[in-house]
T-cell receptor
C-alpha cells in the first residue's frame, strides 16, 4: 500500500520566495495533519483537516502560512514570503477517525530558506 | 491541557543491552498514550499505543511500554537492542474525545553501539 507521499523532499530557496509543499494522504484516511519539526521547537502541529475541512489552524505561525485541501487526495502548505526562520522539516500525516492518535507520516519536506 | 515530558534527551546503549526511555505526562483527564519512532531522514511511525485495558502494551520490533496511572508515566522498554534501533523516539498524548491533536514530547535519541 502507498503511504503518505510528500513533495518535494528537499527545497532550497531564497528569502522572499514563495514555497509550496504538497501532500497526498493515504486513501480512505479522513484526517490530514501538517507538522513542522525543528531542533529548537521539536514537533509542532500547524493545522489539521477533517474531510477536507480545516478544523484547527491555531498552530500556523502567521499569515505568511496557508494550507488548503481541495480534495481528499491532495493538500498544500504554502509559505509566502518565506523567511530563514521557516527552515525546518515539514511533515504531512494522515489518519482515520476510528484510529485516534495513529498517524501515518510522510517522509517530510526539508526546507532551507537562505 | 495535556503535556508530555521525556526525561532523557540522549541515551547511548550497547548492542544487546536493555534500554528504557522515560515519559511522563500531565493531564487533568484520562488520555491516550503513544510511542513513535523516527529513523534518520524518515517520518515518524507508530511503535505502540495505550488506549485502555492492560497496562502493559506490546509494540513492534520487540518494544513494550507500561502505563502507570499513579505515576502518570508511560515508559518504553526493550530487553535487548540492535544497531538498527538507533533512532529518535517520541512519546505522545491525546485526549480521548474529538480532539485529534497529538502532543509530542521533545524526543529521546537512542544510539546503539556495537
Amino acid at each position: 500500500d502507498a503511504g503518505v507521499i510528500q513533495s518535494p523532499r528537499h527545497e532550497v530557496t531564497e528569502m522572499g520566495q514563495e514555497v509550496t509543499l504538497r501532500c497526498k494522504p493515504i486513501s480512505g484516511h479522513d484526517y490530514l495533519f501538517w507538522y513542522r519539526q525543528t531542533m529548537m521547537r521539536g514537533l509542532e502541529l500547524l493545522i489539521y483537516f477533517n474531510n477536507n475541512v480545516p478544523i484547527d489552524d491555531s498552530g500556523m505561525p502567521e499569515d505568511r502560512f496557508s494550507a488548503k485541501m481541495p480534495n481528499a487526495s491532495f493538500s498544500t502548505l504554502k509559505i509566502q514570503p518565506s523567511e530563514p526562520r521557516d527552515s525546518a522539516v515539514y511533515f504531512c500525516a494522515s489518519s482515520r477517525t476510528e484510529n485516534t492518535g495513529e498517524l501515518f507520516f510522510g517522509e517530510g519536506s526539508r526546507l532551507t530558506v537562505l | 491541557a495535556q503535556s508530555v515530558t521525556q526525561l532523557d534527551s540522549q541515551v547511548p546503549v550497547f548492542e544487546e543491552a536493555p534500554v528504557e526511555l522515560r515519559c511522563n505526562y500531565s493531564s487533568s483527564v484520562s488520555v491516550y498514550l503513544f510511542w513513535y519512532v523516527q529513523y534518520p531522514n524518515q517520518g515518524l511511525q507508530l511503535l505502540l499505543k495505550y488506549l485502555s485495558g492492560s497496562t502493559l502494551v506490546k509494540g513492534i520490533n520487540g518494544f513494550e511500554a507500561e502505563f502507570n496511572k499513579s505515576q502518570t508515566s508511560f515508559h518504553l522498554r526493550k530487553p535487548s537492542v540492535h544497531i538498527s534501533d538507533t533512532a529518535e523516539y517520541f512519546c505522545a498524548v491525546i485526549l480521548p474525545s474529538n480532539d485529534y491533536k497529538l502532543s509530542f514530547g521533545a524526543g529521546t535519541t537512542v544510539t546503539v553501539r556495537a
